[in-house]
């Protein structure tokens, strides 16, 4: 009985593996992290920091926070304009759109989210390469 309370409390301690991926990242508050982790990747990197040049860092953390409840099953709707017309006029390339992915990870690393985890949630924004780029 001591065993599988402690195996049970060991379990809780990790990541949960079951659940809304929005659950498993850790619901808002892990949202909110990994966000914002992967908005200091984008500030740190000279090839996609001028992208955002023209862009409120304040409006696209609100727009992304949204989105990405919404794409990992969370309790949001985004309501924004759609993925083509946001990056229209962009000119984003193959380059440019696996460096984001890149940054995304490098952010989803430093949140210590797991492996497994990350290939689900990247296999949710994969679909919307050809909504983002050569726009
Ligand atoms: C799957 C990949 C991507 C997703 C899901 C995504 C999603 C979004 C979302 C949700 C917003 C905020 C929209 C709003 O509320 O107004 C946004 C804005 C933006 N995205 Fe992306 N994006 C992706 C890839 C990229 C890439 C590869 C680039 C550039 C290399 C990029 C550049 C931008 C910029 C500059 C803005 C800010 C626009 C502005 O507010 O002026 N995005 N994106």
Not at 63 to 78: A, I
Request: proline share 4%; glycine share 8%.
């Amino acid at each position: 009985m001591l065993l599988f309370a402690l195996i049970v409390s060991g379990l809780s301690a990790c990541q949960s593996t079951s659940g809304t991926l929005y659950e498993q990242i850790g619901g808002a508050e892990g949202n909110e992290k990994l966000v914002d982790a992967f908005i200091n990747q984008i500030g740190n990197d000279p090839v996609i920091l001028p992208f955002f040049e023209n862009a409120s860092v304040a409006h696209f953390r609100a727009g992304f926070l949204t989105h990405l409840c919404d794409v990992l099953d969370g309790p949001c709707e985004f309501r924004g304009d759609s993925m083509v017309q946001i990056h229209t006029g962009m000119h984003i390339g193959e380059s440019e759109f696996n460096r984001v992915v890149e940054l995304l990870v490098a952010a989803m690393n430093e949140r210590r989210i797991s492996t497994p985890l990350q290939n689900q949630i990247l296999a949710r924004l994969a679909p919307l390469r050809g909504e983002v780029i050569h726009r």
